[in-house]
T-cell receptor
Framework: DAGVTQSPTHLIKTRGQQVTLRCSPK?????VSWYQQALGQGPQFIFQYYEEEERQRGNFPDRFSGHQFPNYSSELNVNALLLGDSALYLC????????????FGPGTRLTVT | GENVEQHPSTLSVQEGDSAVIKCTYSDSASNYFPWYKQELGKRPQLIID?????GEKKDQRIAVTLNKTAKHFSLHITETQPEDSAVYFC???????????FGTGTRLKVLA
């Protein structure tokens, strides 16, 4: 049973650049949520995708956008990178689009220089 | 706005002792409360959760209690072991929303 996978593991970008992070949900799951975890902090909700639609968004600017594909995998795009975007980006998968058990991926460590 | 406060930020206990971590949430619509354990450099892992129609839930050495009136919920770990050392996060989610609000984490150290 495949768990949640994310790619890449680590990424270094320069201010102003754009980045795309990828997530494949746990087998059988159809919902993907994205979180940003700054060092020493709890995960902060970015948005959730279900049925290829963004269902809810946290307090993040429009520079953060996403997509969900028919196979339930998802991408997180961040434009015009700022130093403050440096963080661990986690995706979590769940089933059915509602609140329930979420399983996290290993994360992508993004460093913006 | 929605908020989850978590205390303490760090907790050191002797092996075999109990550990208690407490969270307070602000949104009275919250009805689902998961707890995650995150070891250094690893993903958060769900260890136990509770829904608002239940006051307590136990799974071996781990238990969670919920006081809806006071908007408090707590994680209890008994007979702690060195492998329990990690950062623990509480979270809260409510009906009509698809997001979890996480606490700021508690770093638990179990001293052998």
């Amino acid at each position: 049973d495949a768990g949640v996978t994310q790619s890449p593991t680590h990424l270094i970008k320069t201010r102003g650049q754009q980045v795309t992070l990828r997530c494949s949900p746990k087998s059988g799951h159809d919902t993907v949520s994205w979180y940003q975890q700054a060092l020493g902090q709890g995960p902060q909700f970015i948005f959730q995708y279900y049925e290829e639609e963004e269902r809810q968004r946290g307090n993040f600017p429009d520079r953060f956008s996403g997509h969900q594909f028919p196979n339930y995998s998802s991408e997180l795009n961040v434009n015009a990178l700022l130093l403050g975007d440096s963080a661990l980006y986690l995706c979590a998968s769940s089933l059915g689009g509602g609140l329930g058990e979420q399983y996290f991926g290993p994360g992508t460590r993004l460093t913006v220089t | 706005g929605e908020n989850v406060e978590q205390h303490p930020s760090t907790l050191s206990v002797q092996e075999g002792d109990s550990a208690v971590i407490k969270c307070t949430y602000s949104d009275s619509a919250s009805n689902y409360f998961p707890w995650y354990k995150q070891e250094l450099g690893k993903r958060p892992q769900l260890i136990i959760d509770i829904r608002s129609n239940v006051g307590e839930k136990k799974d071996q050495r781990i238990a969670v209690t919920l006081n809806k009136t006071a908007k408090h919920f707590s994680l209890h770990i008994t007979e702690t072991q060195p492998e329990d050392s990690a950062v623990y996060f509480c979270a809260a989610g409510g009906s009509g929303t698809y997001k979890y609000i996480f606490g700021t984490g508690t770093r638990l150290k179990v001293l052998a």
